[in-house]
């Protein structure tokens, strides 16, 4: 480090407020508001010009929320500790943010950066239950490394530029990612055209459900499962968000007593059966794996049984994923709702080819072959992203060391 950089302690620094919350029940604190009122949300790492939600002069008087000047530094110091934002809007914000009311020797942007390098050590004093907090204490401990302002200036300016250039490439990482979904969906396009000029058969759901059980079934109503009933262990339920886009999904957070699980026995689900993910992101796909056989449904899915002799579980699935064939068949037929939201009124009405099974098995062996090189393309593309973000923090570690 330089010999003309100090360490300082950060309250010699930065002399730190926050904001507060109007009362919610009171709706002229609110109603109408033109001031901007800043949450965690609001925060983006960047230049921070709008908010969700405003503000009258009324609440900002009846709370303890202060009015910010622009290029004033914003962190968040619940939940998402050591996000960021610079303020290019006057405006207010709750509790939740800590701003820099003065600062003494420093810029704003070089301590931007100067706390985004800190975040990792502002995450690791987070205390609390399920959302972990810090408080102005925490930031008050911090040592600053402060060098001339001349020399800041320098800092940000050769940060900046490092950054370009990482996010020119990673932006180009991302943009890859995305023409490789737009792969996927042709790889399945052209699967399942050949499968419509292999004498295939246009079947309905119904002629593809075994008839051993009840092949379609919706989990249960709210009214079935309360939240009460919740437990930490037991029976599982499935949720949408055990629908991966590789597969399943572990990490079950909501599980059922024994006794529950038998009450909900018609939502079980078996081995080798299709949950499908009705609301949200409508049309999520897949199997169930073997040690998730009897967990039960939620409300937000639909568990599929087939009749194996006519349709393979995994064609069904990749079917299914295809825009061209399910998908865009569903939002036909939800066209006029205020959502989609798929039902098995719905889903009796789509079309599905299905060939022999001879072929069905070709079908899966030709996706699979070409969907292997995306997946090891993609998990390259996932590597450097994840090289990426470590290398931007040790730009950030090398410009206060000095090293840049």
């Known amino acids: 480090m330089n010999s003309k950089w ?54 900002l008087d009846n709370s303890s929320a202060k009015m910010i000047p622009p290029n004033t530094l914003l962190v968040a110091m619940y939940g998402s500790i050591g996000k960021l934002g610079i303020t290019g809007i006057e405006c207010c914000t709750n509790q939740a943010i800590a701003f820099a009311k003065k600062m003494h020797g420093v810029t704003t942007k070089y301590m931007f950066y100067y706390m985004a390098m800190m975040k990792s050590k502002l995450i690791s004093k987070g205390k609390g239950g399920t959302q972990k907090n810090i408080s102005q ?25 490092l950054f370009s250039q990482l996010d020119s490439g990673i932006e180009t990482l991302k943009k890859t990612k995305e023409q490789l979904k737009v792969y996927r969906q042709a790889v399945l396009k052209e699967a399942f055209e050949s499968a419509s000029s292999s004498n295939s058969k246009n079947l309905t759901i119904n002629d593809l459900l075994t008839k051993k059980k009840k092949g379609m079934t919706t989990g249960p109503f709210g009214t079935m499962l309360k939240k009460h009933e919740h437990q930490s262990s037991g029976v599982p339920v499935l949720g949408i968000e055990n629908i991966g886009k590789d597969g399943f999904v572990d990490g079950n957070k909501i599980f059922v007593s024994e006794e529950k699980a038998k009450e909900l026995s018609a939502f079980k689900v078996d081995t080798d059966d299709l949950i499908i993910s009705r609301s949200g992101t409508v049309g999520e796909i897949c199997i169930v794996p073997p040690h998730m056989k009897n967990a039960l449904l939620s409300t937000n899915l639909m568990r599929i049984s087939l009749d194996y002799d006519v349709i393979r579980a995994d064609y069904f699935m990749y079917l299914f994923k295809s825009k061209g064939v399910v998908i865009d068949q569903v939002k036909e037929l939800c066209k006029g709702s205020t959502r989609m939201f798929l039902n098995q009124t719905i889903l009796k009405q789509i079309i599905f080819p299905v060939p022999t099974l001879k072929i069905q098995a070709k079908i899966i062996e030709t996706i699979e072959s070409r969907l292997s090189v995306c997946d090891s393309i993609e998990k390259t593309i996932d590597t450097a992203l994840q090289e990426a973000e470590a290398l931007r923090q040790s730009i950030l570690k090398q410009a206060f060391e000095g090293g840049l």
């Not at 921070?48 to 939600?53: A, I, P």
């Not at 911090?142 to 900046?160: A, G, M, S, Y």
């Open 6 to 59: 100090e360490i300082k302690k950060m309250p010699e620094v930065i002399e730190w407020g926050s904001g507060g919350t109007p009362k919610a029940t009171v709706k002229e604190y609110y109603e109408n508001g033109d001031i901007p009122w800043l949450i965690i949300g609001d925060l983006n790492n960047g230049i921070v010009t709008k908010s969700e939600t405003k503000i009258t002069k009324l609440g």
């Open 137 to 161: 204490t925490v930031l008050n401990s911090l040592d600053v490394i402060v060098p001339p302002l001349e020399e800041q200036h320098r800092i940000v300016t050769r940060i900046e530029e």
